[in-house]
């Protein structure tokens, strides 16, 4: 969570804001403290802005999900910049039904939450539109049979996800899906040592989290089909995954929301200051912290300081400006932004530095 408060003339009056930090999905574990790091730097960054950081976790519990939130809001907390996924969110809508409370989502893309007059905002785009962008994408590939490897551990987006996904691959291209349902948290290379023998043309990882175990599942499938590509969800736009999948980076083709940092100027000098900061390179729903930080922050300044006037003045403008890119707000406060595509390039270390 983070405290925000605003300066009204020269008394200060305390705004609360939630900030989630999501507890590990596997037990023993690491936190990822990308979000909170986010929080922090911004505040370093921005010393005259009246917000300060506030911690507050998110259960791997979906069931657990309502816990955290329905404490803070009694507590007389109003403002979230929620890190829930899908799972977690669905579950916590009637938080956010009436003008007690504002959330500014940045990782939750259900259609569930979708043309919701509520107080429920999200800073991406629904996975109506991110898998009809996948879709397209694998559609424009070569290839006949496609390996789906489906995360059963957030089925509230991951079921709805490879429905939509199925359903405009078929009416576009010829793919033959092959699906493997999964829990990503338990994968062991002996899971899938038979089905990674079969010659496929391509592989989609339709899972994310940021779990590190889906470079692993990248890099089993390289070994046997080291020309084939890999899809990645937005979800697993993260180092750590990049890191685990080797030599495999180079046949993956990462989606996401935002801009790839390397044709993103402002996006790259955000990440190596943090990197610089903090020591290692946030994942990318950080960005989504940040930028929900600045909508926040502006509104804030304009002196809208209940969930009913954020509200209405961050969806009284089409576009917001962030340092991180616009935002695009529809009427429900859904994104209405768009989605890109990227590859990556690693080169193997007995090949880099100039060595033979």
């Not at 559609?139 to 405009?168: C, H, I, M, W």
């Not at 062991?188 to 994310?208: F, N, S």
């Not at 989504?288 to 600045?294: C, F, I, K, V, Y």
Request: hydrophobic fraction near 40%; include cysteine; aromatic fraction near 10%.
């Amino acid at each position: 969570m983070a405290i925000v408060t605003v300066t009204l003339q020269s008394q200060q009056i305390a705004i609360p804001v939630a900030i989630g930090i999501d507890l590990p999905l596997t037990p023993g574990a690491a936190i990822d403290p990308s979000d909170k790091n986010a929080a922090d730097f911004y505040k370093e960054q921005n010393p005259s802005s009246p917000i300060e950081i506030y911690d507050s976790y998110n259960s791997p519990d979906p069931n657990q999900a309502l816990n955290e939130l329905e404490q803070a809001i009694e507590k007389g907390i109003q403002f979230f910049v929620n890190t829930q996924a899908s799972s977690h969110a669905v579950q916590c809508l009637e938080l956010f039904a009436s003008d007690q409370a504002l959330s500014i989502n940045v990782s939750a893309t259900s259609t569930r939450l979708s043309d919701r007059d509520d107080y429920f905002l999200r800073i991406v785009p629904d996975l109506e539109k991110e898998q009809s962008f996948i879709a397209n994408e694998v559609a424009r590939l070569k290839g006949k049979r496609l390996l789906v490897l489906q995360d059963t551990g957030n089925l509230a987006y991951s079921q709805p996800a490879l429905e939509v996904f199925r359903q405009q691959l078929r009416n576009s291209s010829k793919w033959q899906l092959h699906v493997q349902r999964m829990l990503f948290t338990d994968y062991h290379p002996k899971q899938l040592l038979a089905l990674m023998q079969q010659p496929w043309d391509g592989l989609y990882i339709l899972g994310g989290a940021y779990q590190p175990s889906i470079g692993n599942m990248a890099q089993q499938f390289y070994q046997v089909n080291p020309k084939a590509p890999i899809v990645f969800t937005p979800w697993a736009r993260s180092p750590a995954v990049l890191a685990n999948a080797g030599e495999a980076a180079n046949q993956v083709i990462q989606i996401s929301p935002y801009l790839d940092a390397s044709s993103d100027p402002a996006l790259k000098r955000y990440l190596q200051s943090f990197k610089r900061r903090f020591g290692y390179e946030p994942h990318a729903m950080s960005i989504g912290t940040r930028q929900a930080l600045e909508l926040l922050d502006q509104a804030f300044a304009k002196g809208h300081r209940t969930p009913h006037a954020v509200k209405q003045y961050l969806l009284s403008k089409p576009v917001h400006s962030t340092s991180l890119g616009a935002i695009r707000f529809n009427r429900f406060g859904d994104n209405a932004g768009k989605y890109h595509s990227y590859g990556f390039t690693i080169t193997p270390p007995n090949q880099s530095q100039g060595k033979p």
